[in-house]
């Protein structure tokens, strides 16, 4: 009896840990380990209580004899592309494991003519001050070191280390810049930084013998989801299949994914300076200026200073070129508009204003004294995460105010090089910098004064409304530009077209176009399925309606990249942005003939256009930093931020069977909420598949950047994270008491709150890490609440339906053991 015994006790242990519920249960601890170790204070500290950590480790090791487990038991290899998918994240873990145990990594400090045949080796992510010297078995000597800048800025363009590699008679050069890399007897050598003198560079060396373990699963996971995805067993397939079958909602063919002296005031009026100064004012915003180490339009440089100072880009009458051209020529009397936005009750009240807009005047006592000194400094003083609404505030008065005060002094219109302009790295000088320069022998005295007559000039032809006498001293500028700076010069065309792009302000009237359009593809999409009846013609015109506007969220995009002359998603404005167009592609191409599918993809894009345009979020053109000078920009960034408006299409469409669910009372609505959820179930899918490979991808990006494609950087693990999240909602449906419609729906919406968090939680909330360059300023932290709370819900909801899953399996087991009793 005890030899009968024992085989069925092992086969319950082997049916108990490799089961759906184990794998599921695991996750869950793997995903709330992650998400604590990413909210410490530091990446040390992350390190040293979970990373570094035996428990975490053993959890990995749990996850993947788990995965190996639970392949076997439900027979994965009958299905091939499903095998390979499952067994790539084996290979995955596999090579992890590799570099874990085998691998290391150091630094090498060397000053120019400097050589060495060691490097400072790590013992510890927790500790990284604690490092040896380590051994490389030959030499390498630094020959030259060099930092580009961006003209005129402080800003690293590149930074770049020319070493000699010495082994024996073995003897050659080396150019090694930010993803270009040297690789030398298994060591990879990067460039990761310099010596605050620029003498000195600071190689970041790798040993791994992992890496092309960890590549070969990357390339069996994109393969997996596309075999996957055209092989007819899959319930991929069978979903679209489901749907091909409905009456109500059809898909087409998936055609592809990534897819100046004053006047006396009473001389003056506003209405008289609207009315003269338009012609003046549009040859004023073609002078080139030198900002943020781009060489712009005079109209870029006044749209971003209105925009933070005003909130608008038209005030008064006047348009933002206007504006900035008032300043400059009636210092004195546009000191008295109220210009200057305040956006706190309080603030306005000290001020003594009824509306919400003071004059630069008020900020300061008769002495000259800025009055709220004592309040800018305590907001300084206070941690970011403690300060108030007020303490915001001040900080935003405080920004404004200065570029008032660098507008009437003229000091940030930098617009005159040098004949020494390429020696001093083509830095230009505004009028304010001239006089500077003459003491300190950079510009001579005769030039000084040319230079502040052609100012006087062009200040001067906007006084008088004489657009000629502005076009005059514009085109003196521009050839004084031409002969000391030509070669950093945008061509007269990118001018042109940068200034368009200004005027057409074609992203934030999309705002109103995907949410207006998107609300009414919903609502028809509700009155049709109340209806039980199609309405074609209006389906097809709301449909060409959102087709044209998502045509010119595109050329702008086009247009945008021309402009900075890089791909328009290397920030956070642009970023979002990209969401946004990916969300309308997902339903416009993907989706087209489902209105509900159609609107909530629509409104989801204009949900984050809007977001796009929050005052918190800067939408000018800037330089890209070194890291991002990557052909990988155009694939990772790509591909994973299109993840998001499919994974954002299916959390709309979630949302909207919940309230299907809600007018559900008779079952009427059973087969529509069905039918949706197989929508639901194909866009997460995708997104899926795309915010895994693009997580990849961008592995291998940090590995030929920073030396290692995987270090638990916040973004890259929140990534982690989501993506382990829509796998369990994928697999929720072979689990009982998770596969319900209702839950599906509910765990898709739910989900999304790990998105959130992956994108703006991480570069507004935590901002730390190796992304750090493309973090912003959050306003206040209240949302972050928001997005904790859903992703517990999200928790909640997992682990009722796991609770429910293994005590119907108990229960139906007690069943059985009575029914042999009896």
Do not use: C
């Amino acid at each position: 009896m005890g030899e009968n015994q024992t085989p069925n006790l092992m086969k319950k242990l082997f049916n108990f840990f490799f089961s759906l519920e184990m794998a599921l249960f695991l996750s869950i601890l793997f995903l709330i380990a992650q998400w604590q170790a990413t909210l410490f204070g530091s990446l040390e500290e992350a390190w040293k209580y979970v990373y570094e950590t035996k428990w975490f480790e053993g959890l990995m090791w749990l996850l993947g004899i788990n995965l190996i487990g639970v392949m076997w038991r439900f027979k994965t290899y009958k299905k091939p592309p499903i095998f390979l998918l499952h067994f790539s994240i084996i290979v995955i873990l596999l090579g992890a494991g590799v570099t874990r145990y085998f691998g290391y990594e150091g630094t090498l400090h060397l000053r120019i003519g400097e050589t060495k045949s060691q490097m400072m080796l790590q013992k510890s992510k927790s500790k990284p001050s604690e490092v040896e010297p380590f051994d490389l078995g030959f030499q390498v000597r630094l020959d030259k070191f060099q930092v580009q800048k961006y003209p005129g800025s402080m800003q690293p363009s590149s930074y770049d280390s020319w070493v000699t590699i010495i082994d024996g008679e073995t003897k050659f050069k080396y150019h090694i810049y930010m993803n270009h890399i040297l690789v030398y007897k298994g060591y990879r050598f990067y460039q990761a930084s310099y010596d605050p003198d620029e003498k000195g560079s600071i190689l970041s060396v790798n040993h791994d013998p992992g890496m092309y373990i960890t590549y070969l699963g990357y390339a069996l996971l994109a393969i997996g989801f596309i075999w996957s995805m055209l092989y007819s067993r899959s319930r991929f397939r069978a979903t679209i299949k489901a749907l091909r079958k409905s009456g109500l909602f059809g898909i087409l063919t998936f055609l592809g994914v990534i897819g100046l002296a004053t006047t006396p005031l009473h001389a003056f009026s506003v209405e008289e300076y609207t009315k003269k100064s338009v012609k003046p004012a549009e040859e004023w915003s073609k002078v080139l200026v030198q900002s943020r180490g781009r060489i712009e339009p005079m109209d870029t440089l006044d749209l971003d200073l209105v925009h933070k100072m005003v909130r608008k880009t038209k005030f008064m009458g006047m348009n933002y070129n206007q504006i900035v051209a008032g300043m400059v020529a009636y210092p004195e009397e546009f000191q008295k508009l109220p210009l200057i936005y305040v956006g706190h009750p309080k603030i306005r009240a000290l001020l003594g204003i009824t509306g919400k807009y003071a004059p630069y005047n008020l900020f300061f006592n008769p002495n000259g004294d800025f009055k709220f000194s004592k309040e800018i400094d305590h907001a300084l003083k206070t941690p970011d995460k403690e300060r108030s609404k007020l303490d915001r505030e001040w900080l935003k008065i405080n920004e404004r105010v200065y570029i008032a005060f660098s507008i009437y002094t003229a000091q940030i219109f930098r617009l005159f090089p040098t004949p020494n302009s390429k020696k001093m790295n083509y830095r230009w000088f505004s009028v304010a910098d001239i006089q500077k320069a003459v003491q300190m022998g950079m510009l001579n005295p005769m030039d000084a004064g040319f230079y502040l007559n052609l100012f006087k000039e062009l200040v001067d032809g906007v006084k008088e409304g004489n657009p000629e006498k502005v076009k005059e001293a514009r085109e003196k500028i521009y050839q004084l530009q031409k002969n000391f700076s030509g070669e950093i010069l945008p061509s007269p065309n990118r001018i042109k077209w940068e200034i368009r792009y200004n005027h057409l302000q074609i992203f934030p009237k999309l705002i109103g176009i995907y949410s207006t359009l998107g609300l009414i593809a919903i609502f028809l999409g509700f009155f049709e399925i109340i209806r039980r009846k199609r309405y074609p013609t209006l389906e097809k015109l709301i449909w060409g309606i959102g087709f044209l506007a998502f045509l010119l969220h595109t050329a702008n995009m086009i247009l945008r990249w021309y402009v900075a002359g890089h791909a328009p998603w290397s920030d956070a404005y642009e970023s979002i942005v990209f969401i946004a167009w990916g969300s309308g592609l997902a339903s416009l191409i993907f989706f087209r003939k489902s209105m509900l599918a159609l609107g909530a993809g629509l409104f989801v894009a204009g949900m984050f256009m809007m977001v796009a345009h929050l005052n918190n979020i800067d939408p000018q053109i800037t330089n890209m930093v070194p890291v991002l000078k990557s052909y990988w920009l155009l694939i990772h960034v790509a591909v994973i931020t299109s993840s998001y408006g499919f994974l954002g299409v299916g959390a709309m469409l979630g949302l909207l069977n919940l309230i299907l669910f809600l007018l559900n009372r008779n079952g009427e609505l059973d087969f529509q909420i069905k039918q949706l959820n197989n929508v639901i179930y194909i866009a997460l899918y995708i997104g899926l598949a795309l915010l895994s490979v693009g997580t990849f991808l961008g592995g291998v990006w940090a590995n030929e950047s920073w030396g290692r494609y995987w270090s638990w950087d916040p973004k890259e693990t929140w990534s982690l994270i989501s993506m382990i999240v829509y796998a369990i909602v994928i697999h929720s449906r072979m689990i009982p008491k998770m596969r319900g419609e209702f839950i599906f729906s509910l765990m898709a919406f739910l989900s999304f709150f790990f998105i959130l968090m992956t994108y703006f939680g991480v570069n507004f909330y935590i901002a730390q890490g190796l992304h750090s360059y493309g973090q912003g300023t959050a306003e206040g932290y209240w949302w972050i609440n928001i997005i904790f709370a859903g992703m517990g819900a999200w928790i909640a909801v997992v682990l009722w339906g796991l609770f429910m899953a293994v005590w119907k399996k108990n229960q139906n087991k007690q069943g059985k053991n009575r029914k042999g009793g009896g």
